[in-house]
């Protein structure tokens, strides 16, 4: 994070804003001048000097995926895309759903959703809830919808209409607590009004932020909310997904076995009651994740 600098020279002091950074193995120092007058506007000067060497570093760099990730889209025959596809969808109903409790195994998952076979000795609701998500995820993957209430709502129905009828679709009624969270959600009254301005916001910097920022924030956001009675983590990793892919990105999936510091990141950013935290995990697990476009793209 910047910090204010203030230098005393030759009987007069001047302050600036400083940011030391490590990217690609070497470490970095950016400042900006603010003058010889200590700034009121402190921590918003140290905001945007970080927001540039966001510029810099992290979008720059997903700038890079999304060229890589569409070059190899454009250069696949439409059977190695579908099959790349539905390998993700596998993986990321497995993992959003074993984060949220779902008992099936992963090689249980591949079979139910592969092949057909359902797992004996497993709850109903968990097998028909993955192949629910999954058939919803396929859907969206190949007529991608945009993220407002409309479609979230359908999404919600979409996936928990027959193992939860009596809250699918429907924005919660009655308080919620967030399991090992010190974080608590708005009351129902307050929640459908702040999860429309939330899809509002998200509009309207479609154009103002970068893609990986707007889809983090959403997410961030969205969970604080909690606007449903069950099926926030789901339906939230989802919407985000769908940020990230109408913009021409590769989605993310948070695996089950790293779960531990996404659930940190979003307590520490609820706690805080600042994003920054969370923002700065997920860029480094997409960036992280999705170096494999750069290696696979076809070369010019």
């Known amino acids: 994070m910047a910090v204010l600098r203030t230098v005393h020279r030759g009987g007069h002091t001047y302050y600036y804003v400083v940011q030391t950074y490590r990217w690609e193995g070497m470490v970095r120092r950016k400042e900006r001048y603010l003058g010889t007058t200590r700034p009121r506007d402190a921590g918003q000067q140290k905001e945007l000097l970080e927001r540039e060497v966001w510029g810099d570093t992290w979008f720059r760099a997903f700038e890079s995926i999304r060229s890589a990730y569409q070059k190899r889209q454009r250069a696949l025959p439409l059977s190695i895309r579908e099959k790349e596809r539905e390998d993700f969808v596998v993986d990321f109903t497995y993992d959003t759903n074993r984060i949220e409790g779902s008992t099936l195994t992963y090689e249980e998952t591949s079979n139910l959703l592969t092949h057909g076979i359902s797992p004996a000795s497993k709850p109903m609701r968990d097998i028909r809830e993955m192949q629910l998500h999954a058939s919803l995820a396929r859907q969206l993957m190949a007529s991608p919808e945009p993220v407002d209430l409309p479609h979230v709502l359908s999404w919600h ?10 809250i699918a679709g429907r924005m919660r009624d009655s308080e919620v607590g967030i399991r090992g ?70 989605m993310l999936n948070i695996r089950y076995g790293k779960r531990r510091g996404y659930y940190r990141a ?3 950013a609820s706690v805080t009651s600042s994003p920054r935290p969370f923002l700065l995990w997920f860029f480094h697990r997409y960036h992280r994740d999705q170096q494999i476009w750069l290696r696979l793209a076809p070369k010019e």
């Open 266 to 268: 979003l307590e520490k």
């Open 181 to 250: 969270s010190q974080h608590i959600p708005p009351t129902p009254l307050e929640a459908r009004p702040r999860l429309i301005e939330l899809l509002r916001w998200t509009d309207r910097q479609a154009d103002a932020l970068n893609p990986v920022e707007r889809a983090a924030s959403f997410h961030f956001k969205f969970e604080n909310i909690h606007p449903f009675g069950d099926g926030n983590g789901r339906i939230g990793r989802l919407a985000m997904n769908m940020i990230l892919f109408r913009s021409g990105l590769p």
């Open 157 to 166: 129905r979409r996936v928990f209409g027959e193992t939860k009828p009596d």
